[in-house]
């Protein structure tokens, strides 16, 4: 799997609402510049990071994103499901059961577990990092 900018994007965004939403909710317009990041594109990212309860949003002239829940219960593998159409590595790994429909050798293909066990180590990575861990590396 290649992670696409959703996945880096979206962990900037709550890092960066992380930070300087301590005090008050931070406005999307000051995280595109502070990040470079298209206001449209953060408006994306934001409707799904709020209806997975990772964002708040407030409304008003001092309304912007603050986080649904504390930075330690946060990982980047939840931030990565939420985001990616896809959590496999390989089109064959997304499958539950053993078949596949995407090669020829779909049922009898021995290399697809390796596919779903990179995958699930990835994740379990992935889980194990919070926003809240990142913070402490930057001592924040």
């Not at 696409?4 to 005090?23: A, F, Q, V, W």
């Not at 317009?29 to 709020?50: A, C, G, H, P, W």
Request: proline share 4%; glycine share 8%.
């Amino acid at each position: 799997m290649r992670l696409t900018t959703k996945s880096r994007y979206g962990t900037r965004l709550i890092l960066d609402i992380t930070i300087h939403g301590k005090e008050k909710p931070v406005p999307l317009s000051d995280v595109s510049k502070r990040q470079n990041i298209s206001l449209k594109y953060l408006e994306q990212l934001t409707r799904k990071l709020k209806k997975a309860n990772i964002l708040n949003t407030h409304r008003g002239p001092f309304g912007g994103h603050t986080l649904g829940k504390p930075p330690e219960n946060i990982t980047i593998g939840e931030i990565v499901r939420i985001l990616e159409e896809s959590t496999a590595i390989t089109v064959c790994a997304e499958q539950g059961d053993k078949a596949c429909s995407t090669c020829s050798r779909a049922g009898d293909c021995l290399s697809r577990y390796v596919w779903v066990e990179a995958s699930k180590a990835m994740f379990d990575r992935l889980d194990a990092i919070t926003i809240g861990s990142l913070l402490k590396k930057i001592n924040l």
